[in-house]
Structure formats: C-alpha cells, structure tokens
C-alpha cells in the first residue's frame, strides 16, 4: 500500500519573462509520506521555494506556469483542479510557513484577527468560536498570555515570536501537509532551534506530513527523514538523510558538506556561480562547478538518477557508467554522525 501523501512526477515549472524563459524547476520527481519529514535543499536558485509554490500554484500565473508533470495529492492531481479547489486545499489540508514572517503577517490587523480569518475561511464555525481556537493556537506554538496576546500587532511580536503567529496561521486548519519555507533564515541560532523543535513537536501532535526547504544542512541533519538535493532545478541526490548525509554519492552534496562548519576539516566554498536560468548547460547541470567532471559530464541531458543504496539513488555519470569506476579519489567522501547534530551551516 503506498502510503505518500505527496507525489511529484516530472514537474516542470516555467517562468516566462522580457528577458526569456526562466526554466525554475525542470523535470524533478519526489514522494512525501504520512507523516514524515522532507527537507529540498540547495543553494539560492536552486528551484526549491518555486517547487513548495508548485504544489498549489501559489505563484502568479502569467508569468509562471506548470508547462508538465503531476503533482498527486492524496491520490488526486493537484495540476487539474480548478482554482475553487485549490482555494479549499491551501491553507485548508495543506498549510504554508514563509521564510519572512514580517512580510507574511498583515501590520494594520492583529495577530487574533488573522488567524481567525484563516480558520472562517475554510471552517464553518462562529467567530467567537475561532477567536478561540486562535488562543488556543497560539499557546500551542508557545505565545505567553495567548489570551492577551492575540490582540496584538505583529510590530509588538519579536521575529521569533511573528515566525511562531505564523505557524499558528499555518495550522487553523490542522493540515495533513505543511510546507515550510526557510522558516529559520532570518533568526538566530538559539531561535532557529526553538522553533525547529517546535515543528517537530506540532507534528507528532498533529500528525502531519512536512516539506521543509532550506539551504542549511544542519537544518536537515536536525530534522529531516529524507532529503532532496537539488541544483539549477534539477534534483541531484534523493533518499534517506543518514545515506545521504554519511555517503553522499553526489559531488554537489559532498562540496555543500565542505561547506559546513566544525566538521574537522577546513571550510571550502563551492567556486563558481549556478548556471543561468534562462539557458541551461547540456550534460550536468553541476559540471562545470565540479571538480570531478569529465568530458562526458558536459554532453546529453541530466544523467538519470540511479540506485546507489537502498532508498538512496543520484543523477551522476560515475553511476550511470559502469565504465567509470568509482575509486578513493572520485568517490564522495562520508560523513560521520556529527552531521546529525550540526547547525548553523550556510552552503551560499
């Protein structure tokens, strides 16, 4: 029995503008099961913030729009609802957490007002009632004095206190799917944690599915199950975070591990810039970033993804090939299980 609650299979995602096509997203494909984590990871303009938008089209269409693939929901195709029941899935089953909570919350209502706006949208219930509920909330994600609170701006909230109104939000409705978007960037470290730890809690208790994007590592080592890697829209690496985070069977994912910090090893940043959005290189997205690429690395399409492990599988020649052996030069080197346990880690 397949129990994901998200499946998406070949998506495209384009971006029509005066300059040309914006080929954001092209052609990846990933599963997010009942209740399980899963973190898209990649460096600013990889494709993940337009990806979590895709799953409900919540970007403007023109200029963007789906040109191909599924996007399965609960067993229906997300890609040919109507607009009315895209409106009854977002914010209803499926709840959003954007990376700036400033500029999620609306500063002339309080706090109260727009969480109850967004339980009457999609329950039918009284206002006294959701005005409740909205309390209730916000001593669940851990306002103090929720009941006194709830009347307040977001400019009286500090940013840890608007990221956590913003999960509330996000939660009216008890979603079976939460997509949160870099939703620590903009915190400190002790911050970022509080709230991660927080999501995890609100999970167990709701029981949910979440799709977490992020550029950290440390991010995903904390509270990932499994990992997408992705690259100029491309996925790179997929599978269980302990495969891939202690093998990681890309380059791109061994060079963002460099990246990181207190790994017992110097810090080494990713030389070069990602490949332009408008014109797309042939072959790997990531060779000429790479330093294990050869000739054949820069020819064809996107290598397929292939089985490295169980539940682990990437899209690298060095696989693909059975003429190209892997041997301790070329092959990703491992990580231990400190990765687990790190944070603060910025792959840009």
């Known amino acids: 029995m397949d129990d994901s609650l998200l499946s998406v299979n070949n998506l495209h995602t384009r971006f029509n503008t005066d300059s040309g096509t914006v080929f954001a997203v092209d052609g990846i494909d990933f599963d997010v099961k009942r209740g399980e984590t899963v973190c898209i990871v990649g460096e600013s303009g990889s494709g993940k913030s337009v990806t979590g938008e895709s799953i409900t089209r919540l970007f403007p269409t023109p200029p963007g729009e789906i040109t191909a693939g599924e996007i399965s929901f609960d067993g229906r195709d997300v890609t040919e609802m109507s607009d009315r029941e895209l409106h009854d899935i977002r914010g209803g089953r499926i709840g959003y957490v954007f990376q700036n909570p400033q500029g999620a919350l609306n500063p002339v209502y309080t706090v109260g007002t727009q969480i109850v706006e967004a339980v009457m949208l999609h329950r039918d219930v009284e206002k006294s009632v959701a005005r409740s509920h909205a309390i209730d909330l916000l001593d669940q994600v851990g306002i103090p004095e929720a009941t006194k609170r709830v009347d307040d701006y977001p400019h009286e909230f500090s940013g840890g206190m608007k990221q956590r109104v913003v999960i509330a939000m996000a939660l009216a409705c008890q979603p079976d799917l939460l997509i949160a978007d870099e939703p620590t960037t903009a915190l400190d470290v002790t911050i970022q944690s509080q709230i991660l730890t927080l999501l995890q809690d609100l999970q167990a208790k709701f029981d949910m599915s979440i799709l977490l994007v992020t550029h950290d590592l440390g991010v995903v080592a904390q509270v990932a199950?499994?990992?997408?890697?992705?690259?100029?829209?491309?996925?790179?690496?997929?599978?269980?975070?302990?495969?891939?985070?202690?093998?990681?069977?890309?380059?791109?994912?061994?060079?963002?591990?460099?990246?990181?910090?207190?790994?017992?090893?110097?810090?080494?940043?990713?030389?070069?810039?990602?490949?332009?959005?408008?014109?797309?290189?042939?072959?790997?997205?990531?060779?000429?970033r790479c330093l294990k690429a050869v000739d054949d690395c820069a020819s064809g399409s996107q290598p397929t993804l292939v089985t490295v492990s169980e539940n682990h599988v990437a899209s690298c020649i060095y696989y693909q090939n059975n003429e190209l052996e892997l041997d301790d030069s070329t092959a990703p080197s491992g990580t231990d299980n400190s990765e687990r346990s790190c944070s603060g880690g910025n792959t840009q």
């Open 225 to 288: 199950d499994r990992v997408v890697v992705m690259y100029a829209g491309k996925v790179m690496e997929k599978g269980d975070v302990h495969d891939v985070l202690q093998s990681p069977a890309h380059p791109y994912t061994r060079a963002m591990l460099r990246c990181l910090p207190g790994r017992g090893e110097e810090m080494q940043a990713i030389e070069g810039s990602l490949p332009s959005p408008y014109n797309p290189p042939a072959g790997c997205r990531f060779h000429d």
